[in-house]
């Protein structure tokens, strides 16, 4: 069964201090690894989608890695607005896979 | 691009009654899937479609639960005599195949 585990559960940053989150995975063959942001009350809003061991992705101060075996999501400068719950979600590479398996996310406070 | 919808965004029923939920996806996207989430946790897979047959479902769901979605346009999500486990957010997701999913902004199910 996949399994998506992220950490840690909360972190607290000041304006400009520097993180990493952490989402270990394990999964029949992997087909994505995709990082949503959600705020509170709302639907997960997509970010970024990983394929392969190697593979970055950025987006203004968001920068996403993949290994094998876990991604990252590097926080560079954040500011208050990057306050949010980070969530990671692996999707298997089965024939008709679609469903994705999140973690319970990162819940960051950035503040000013 | 309108975005995913979902209505009601918030319901409020008491034990034993039914509810339905409906979720209108991106136009062009082919595959839809419900996700459960509660306070803490990531999205739960529920069930999910391409076009309008239904693929694959939870074990974990209920048979009280049952989803549908005619024509391959919007789904509806029914939940036969609500337990009070079963209050929670109700996230639809949109795809493209397998590319990454767009989440609508949930139904807020509250069962007292």
């Known amino acids: 069964e996949d399994q998506v585990t992220q950490s840690p559960e909360a972190l607290r940053l000041q304006e400009g201090e520097s993180s990493s989150l952490n989402c270990s995975y394990t999964v029949s063959g992997l087909r994505g690894l995709f990082w949503y942001r959600q705020d509170p009350g709302k639907g997960p809003e997509f970010l970024f989608t990983?394929?392969?061991a190697g593979e970055e992705k950025e987006k203004e101060r968001l920068k996403a890695t993949l290994t094998k075996k876990e991604s990252f999501l590097h926080i560079t400068a954040p500011k208050p607005e990057d306050s949010a719950t980070y969530l990671c979600a692996v999707q298997a590479g089965n024939t008709n896979a679609g469903k994705s398996t999140f973690g319970d996310g990162t819940t960051l406070t950035v503040k000013p | 691009d309108t975005g995913v919808s979902q209505n009601p965004r918030h319901k409020i029923t008491k034990r034993g009654q039914n509810v339905t939920f409906r979720c209108d996806p991106i136009s062009e996207h082919n595959r839809l899937y419900w996700y459960r989430q509660t306070l803490g946790q990531g999205p739960e897979f529920l069930t999910y479609?391409?076009?309008?047959?239904?693929?694959?479902k939870s074990r974990l769901l209920s048979d009280r639960f049952s989803a549908e979605r005619p024509k391959g346009s919007f789904s509806t999500l029914e939940i036969q005599r609500t337990e009070q486990g079963d209050s929670a957010m109700y996230l639809c997701?949109?795809?493209?195949?397998?590319?990454?999913?767009?989440f609508g902004p949930g139904t807020r199910l509250t069962v007292l």
């Open positions: 997701a949109s795809s493209l195949f397998y590319n990454e999913q767009f």
């Open positions: 479609f391409q076009n309008e047959a239904q693929l694959e």
């Open positions: 990983l394929y392969s």
